[in-house]
C-alpha cells in the first residue's frame, strides 16, 4: 500500500548545505516526491507541529530551532514522498531521533549533533506513522500543493486578496 510522509530539511540542514546530499539519500528509496516548497515557519505551525513535545525541559528550544532561529536560516524545505512503505524506509534513512545513537551512515548519523542546550539538531524530520503523517501533511500543505489526491478536500467560498505578478 503507498503511504505518504512527510519530509523535513530542518535549519541546520540548509545551513550546512546539506539539500542535495539528502534529496540523493532519499532517492535510493524510490518514491515519488508530490510535493515540495520552502517554508518560513511561524511559530504557530512549529507549536502545532511538535505539539506531542510540549512540556518536555527542550521543547523552548525546540521551537527555535525548527523556525531556523538557531541557524540563522529562517526556513525549512517541506517535502511530501509517496510509495509503497515510505514512512518506514524513510524513517530508516534519517536513523535514530538521537545524532549519537543513530547508525553512522543515516543521515542523523552522519549529519546530526547535539547541542549545548540539550537539543538535538538532527537535520530532517520524518513523519513517525501514518496518523502523523496525514496530520503533518495537512498542517504544512494545501490540497492544490499536492499531485496526488491524497485525502478527501471540500470547497469553500473564501474572498481573500491574493499576490499575483504585477
Ligand atoms: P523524531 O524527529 O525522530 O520523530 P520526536 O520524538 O518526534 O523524534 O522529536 C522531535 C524532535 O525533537 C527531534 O527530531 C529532535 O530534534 C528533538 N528531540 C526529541 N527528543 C529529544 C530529546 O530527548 N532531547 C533533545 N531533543 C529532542
Ligand atoms: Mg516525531
Same mark, same amino acid.
Given at each position: 500500500?503507498?503511504?505518504a510522509v512527510l519530509i523535513l530539511i530542518k535549519p541546520?540542514?540548509?545551513?550546512k548545505s546539506l539539500t542535495g546530499n539528502i534529496l540523493t539519500r532519499l532517492s535510493e528509496t524510490k518514491l515519488e516526491i508530490?510535493?515540495?516548497?520552502?517554508?518560513?515557519?511561524s511559530q504557530e505551525l512549529a507549536c502545532e507541529h511538535y505539539k506531542h513535545?510540549?512540556?518536555k525541559p527542550f521543547f523552548n528550544d525546540l521551537i527555535k530551532y525548527l523556525q531556523g532561529e538557531l541557524h540563522d536560516r529562517k526556513k525549512v524545505m517541506a517535502l511530501v514522498y509517496w510509495g509503497p512503505e515510505a514512512i518506514k524506509k524513510c524513517r *530508516?534513512? /534519517?536513523?535514530? %531521533?538521537n545524532? *549519537?545513537? /543513530?547508525?553512522? %551512515?543515516?543521515?542523523r548519523g552522519s549529519y546530526g549533533r547535539i547541542t549545548t542546550s540539550g537539543v538535538y539538531e538532527n537535520v530532517i524530520h520524518v513523519s513517525s506513522d501514518v496518523t502523523e503523517a496525514e496530520r503533518e501533511i495537512k498542517l504544512w500543505f494545501n490540497p492544490e500543493e499536492i499531485i496526488v489526491d491524497l485525502y478527501s478536500i471540500k470547497s469553500v467560498e473564501e474572498k481573500k486578496k491574493l499576490a499575483v505578478w504585477a
Open positions: 500500500m503507498n503511504q541546520d540542514g540548509l545551513k508530490i510535493a515540495a516548497k520552502m517554508v518560513r515557519v513535545l510540549k512540556g *530508516e534513512l /534519517a536513523g535514530a %531521533t545524532p *549519537e545513537e /543513530a547508525e553512522s %551512515t543515516s543521515i
